[in-house]
Antibody
Framework: QVQIVQSGAEVKKPGASVQVSCKVS????????IHWVRRAAGRGLEWMGG????????AYAREFQNRVTMTQDTSKDTASLEVRSLRSDDTAVYYC?????????WGQGTLVTVSS | EVVLTQSPGTLSLSRGERVTLSCRAS???????ISWYQQKPGQAPRPLIY???RRATGIPDRFSGSGSGTDFTLTISSLEPEDSAFYYC??????????FGQGTTVEIK
């Protein structure tokens, strides 16, 4: 099983950027496909994007294509998600999901609050 | 892009009743790459079912999944109080792209 620890809660103003990170242990990052999912209040789960270490491919959901960047630092077994041009409806809990051969493991979630 | 539609939106049932949740895809899902998740307030989603019918590690056998093509079902054979939660189906396919259904709320009367 993969253990995931995500960075702490953030409060940002509209128009700002935020970076959420997740550190994995129990497996190396290079063995895992990392995805990011969020859940805003009153809404369901939204897939934001994912990375395949096998071919180095990154895919983003259409609605986040121009505002989101996913990166990985394999030397630190840490993955990161940057969201730019934040709006109030980006207020949500952001989850890092590590997918391996045995299934997927979820981080504890990071609350990002966007408020003026 | 595959769109998943879950029904019903909310279910309110008594302990011990059988629960059937539906997930319908807008197009056939290859290799039945459908998962089901349970999410309780303040917690991360918990995987229940992979590949339409394979239970995740540690999941009680009262949870089962079935279906193929465009129609998939999650069944709870005998509802327990701790099963009160949101339930989501997810398509993960052969590409990196994921899609989630809008979710079903299961409540205990």
């Amino acid at each position: 099983q993969v253990q995931i620890v995500q960075s702490g809660a953030e409060v940002k103003k509209p128009g700002a950027s935020v970076q959420v990170s997740c550190k994995v242990s129990g497996h190396t990052l290079s063995e895992l496909s990392i995805h990011w999912v969020r859940r805003a209040a009153g809404r369901g789960l939204e897939w934001m994007g994912g990375f395949d270490p096998g071919n180095g491919e990154t895919a983003y959901a259409r609605e986040f294509q121009n505002r989101v960047t996913m990166t990985q630092d394999t030397s630190k077994d840490t993955a990161s998600l940057e969201v730019r041009s934040l709006r109030s409806d980006d207020t949500a809990v952001y989850y890092c999901v590590a997918v391996g051969l045995q299934g997927d493991d979820w981080g504890q979630g990071t609350l990002v609050t966007v408020s003026s | 892009e595959v769109v998943l539609t879950q029904s019903p939106g909310t279910l309110s049932l008594s302990r011990g009743e059988r629960v059937t949740l539906s997930c319908r895809a807008s197009q056939s899902v290859s290799h039945s790459y459908i998962s089901w998740y349970q999410q309780k307030p303040g917690q991360a989603p918990r995987p229940l079912i992979y590949a339409a019918s394979r239970r995740a590690t540690g999941i009680p056998d009262r949870f089962s999944g079935s279906g193929s093509g465009t129609d998939f079902t999650l069944t709870i054979s005998s509802l327990e109080p701790e099963d009160s939660a949101f339930y989501y189906c997810q398509q993960y396919g052969t590409s990196l792209t994921w899609t989630f259904g809008q979710g079903t709320t299961v409540e205990i009367k």
